[in-house]
Nanobody, 126 residues
C-alpha cells in the first residue's frame, strides 16, 4: 500500500493561488497514475485532476480547466497541483490519490485509484 502525504493548503483570497504537493512512499511512484480529488462539506468527492505515469497525459474536471495544473516529479516521488484564479467554490479538502499499474499515455479512471492521503484544507475567501 502506498502512503501519501499532502501539504500546501491554506486560506487564500478569491483570485489567489496555491500549490499543493503530495509525497508518495511505499510503492514504485513512477508506476502509479496519480490524481487529486476534493471533497467539500455536503458534497460528493470529485476527481479534479489526473496525470499519467510519465506525465505525458493530464485530465481535468470542467470546473477547474484552465485554472489548475497537475504535474509530477518522478525523481522526487511527488505530484503537484498548481491552483490559480481560485474561487470560493474551490473550498474543500484536497486529497492526493494513487492508481497502480498506470499507463504512460492515459490518466486513471476514478475506480482505479486505490489509495488516498489524509487531505489538506483549502479555503478561498471572498
Amino acid at each position: 500500500q502506498v502512503q501519501l502525504v499532502e501539504s500546501g493548503g491554506g486560506l487564500v483570497q478569491a483570485g489567489g493561488s496555491l500549490r499543493l504537493s503530495c509525497l508518495a512512499s511505499g510503492r514504485t511512484f513512477s508506476a502509479d497514475a496519480m490524481g487529486w480529488f476534493r471533497q467539500a462539506p455536503g458534497k460528493e468527492r470529485e476527481l479534479v485532476a489526473g496525470i499519467s505515469t510519465s506525465g505525458a497525459s493530464t485530465d481535468y474536471a470542467d470546473s477547474v480547466k484552465g485554472r489548475f495544473t497537475i504535474s509530477r516529479d518522478n525523481a522526487k516521488n511527488t505530484v503537484y497541483l498548481q491552483m490559480n484564479s481560485l474561487k470560493p467554490e474551490d473550498t474543500a479538502v484536497y486529497l492526493c490519490a494513487a492508481a497502480p499499474w498506470g499507463s504512460m499515455w492515459r490518466t486513471a479512471q476514478e475506480y482505479e485509484y486505490d489509495s488516498w492521503g489524509q487531505g489538506t484544507q483549502v479555503t478561498v475567501s471572498t
